[in-house]
């Protein structure tokens, strides 16, 4: 729900500790308002609790919700919810009864109206907060005190953040190095090992992937079975591809290169 619109973004940098007052139930005017005519990038740790939910593959949930598109720092893909196909608005909000994937909404409707900031300094990374206060949102009028720690736990937005801190460090870590030329192979490579997890295991069980990587018996057996899994293991399998890390769950057999063929 954040929409990247800086005119409705506070300009005073938040920490955890600092509080505001917010409340958002179904009995606010502006019910569902926030929902549409927005921009959300969804994660790839999104994107599995939503196709889970949905009961459909992450294949037919990026060909059905969503759009692609690139991130301008890093050159890298990012998949956003396609909100112009439904009308500017979110395909899972509903008039009366609002979200219909609550449980699973996307760690930006569990943030919002908070949003986050995340930059490269000499000492690490800075990560930050700040309001999104939009015209149409009353949630500010009513009388619940939270500090930015409390509702990110209270929103489950915690947890989201620790799934995709890898992720989101790749793309952090691109960015530092100015515009990056990324090749289309590793662009396709992220794509589906971050977006498209049941490609990806297809790509690992019914490509050449394991005649040239050694992964060991009990890492295969969870990987096969298990979406959150395999996600860890892409992370692992990405940073190795993309040269950032070795990794110990993942080797090259003797003589192949660190890569194998491209996946589109
Ligand atoms: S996923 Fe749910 S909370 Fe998020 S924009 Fe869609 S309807 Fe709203
Ligand atoms: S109070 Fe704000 S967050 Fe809640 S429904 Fe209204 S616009 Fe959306």
């Known amino acids: 729900m954040v929409d990247l619109n800086m ?10 500790e600092s509080r505001f007052k917010f409340r958002c139930h179904p009995g606010v005017p502006c019910f569902t308002e926030c929902c549409g005519k927005t921009t959300i990038i969804l994660t790839p740790y999104d994107i599995l609790r939503l196709k889970e939910r949905l009961g459909i593959t992450s294949g037919d949930f990026l060909e059905a919700y969503t759009r692609r598109e690139e991130h301008d720092k890093s050159g890298l893909p990012l998949v956003v919810m396609d909100m112009p196909r439904f009308e500017g608005r979110c395909p899972f909000v509903r008039p009366v009864t609002g979200c219909q994937v609550y449980s699973d909404r996307p760690g930006t409707c569990r943030y919002y109206p908070v949003g986050q900031g995340l930059l490269i300094t000499e000492e690490g990374l800075d990560e930050f907060y700040f309001l999104v206060k939009e015209e149409h949102c009353k949630g500010f009028q009513e009388d619940a005190e939270w500090t930015v720690q409390s509702w990110k736990e209270d929103q489950g937005a915690d947890y989201y953040d620790e799934m995709n801190k890898e992720w989101k460090a790749m793309l952090l870590r691109r960015s530092s190095v100015g515009k990056p030329d990324t090749d289309e192979r590793t662009k396709n490579l992220f794509y589906m090992v971050m977006y498209d997890l049941d490609q990806f295991r297809r790509f690992i069980f019914k490509s050449r992937f394991l005649q040239i990587f050694n992964v060991d018996e009990d890492t295969l057996q969870r990987i096969y079975e298990d979406d959150l899994e395999l996600l860890q293991f892409g ?22 290169k660190t890569t194998p063929a491209s996946p589109a």
């Open 235 to 256: 992370y692992d399998y990405l940073k190795m591809a993309m040269k950032i890390k070795e990794s110990d769950s993942i080797k090259p057999k003797e003589g192949e």
């Open 7 to 16: 005119r409705v973004v506070q300009p005073v940098r938040l920490t955890p």
